[in-house]
T-cell receptor, first 112, second 107 residues
Framework: DAGVIQSPRHEVTEMGQEVTLRCKPI?????LFWYRQTMMRGLELLIY????????DSGMPEDRFSAKMPNASFSTLKIQPSEPRDSAVYFC??????????FGPGTRLTVL | AQSVSQHNHHVILSEAASLELGCNYS??????LFWYVQYPGQHLQLLLK??????LVKGIKGFEAEFIKSKFSFNLRKPSVQWSDTAEYFC?????FGSGTRLSIRP
């Protein structure tokens, strides 16, 4: 298996633009997680899905952030409009239930 | 409330020193316990995990952790650290992560 795949790996955009991050989980995994990591705030859980259904989105910062999982092999995290404070590394991870989470390589987002 | 506490935010050791990183949790029910490691510039990866059985768990690269139910702890240990162990270490209970401990090793 190729592991968790995230795209793009790097994204530089200007304030106010829409940003879409993509994730392909490991086949057979039924849970998917989106995290944000910064030096200041550390690792934060934004949202997680179980069987494609959002279970807990309490970590989503505000209405500018939205996440979808239309099927078991694809998820998106969208920021609209983006702001400089959204600059961070965004990780996607997948697991089978509450077993080991496998993390993707991350997307480094810079909002100018 | 369910939580995981890692009280050491930054630990600095010399090579060959022994390591113990603390992890305490508050969680009702069955616990699945994990230690993840994040090397500089990389993503998190599993170091070791405990679900049941022998409370002393051995992981990769010489790391081990001990589950002590009475103390709600799952501390990570390594008898002799190397410079390559420089990383951030995260304890987790199921899907709840601690805030991480940054480990710096002086060569």
């Amino acid at each position: 298996d190729a592991g968790v795949i995230q795209s793009p790996r790097h994204e530089v955009t200007e304030m106010g633009q829409e940003v879409t991050l993509r994730c392909k989980p490991i086949s057979g995994h039924n849970s998917l997680f989106w995290y944000r990591q910064t030096m200041m705030r550390g690792l934060e859980l934004l949202i997680y899905f179980n069987n494609n259904v959002p279970i807990d989105d309490s970590g989503m910062p505000e209405d500018r952030f939205s996440a979808k999982m239309p099927n078991a092999s694809f998820s998106t995290l969208k920021i609209q409009p983006s702001e400089p404070r959204d600059s961070a590394v965004y990780f996607c991870a997948s697991s089978y239930s509450t077993d080991t989470q496998y993390f993707g390589p991350g997307t480094r987002l810079t909002v100018l | 409330a369910q939580s995981v506490s890692q009280h050491n935010h930054h630990v600095i050791l010399s090579e060959a020193a022994s390591l113990e990183l603390g992890c305490n949790y508050s969680y009702g029910g069955t616990v699945n316990l994990f230690w993840y490691v994040q090397y500089p510039g990389q993503h998190l990866q599993l170091l070791l995990k405990y679900f049941s059985g022998d409370p002393l768990v051995k992981g990769i690269k010489g790391f081990e952790a001990e589950f002590i139910k009475s103390k709600f702890s799952f501390n990570l240990r390594k008898p002799s650290v190397q410079w390559s162990d420089t990383a951030e270490y995260f304890c987790a209970v199921k899907i709840i992560f601690g805030s991480g401990t940054r480990l710096s090793i002086r060569p």
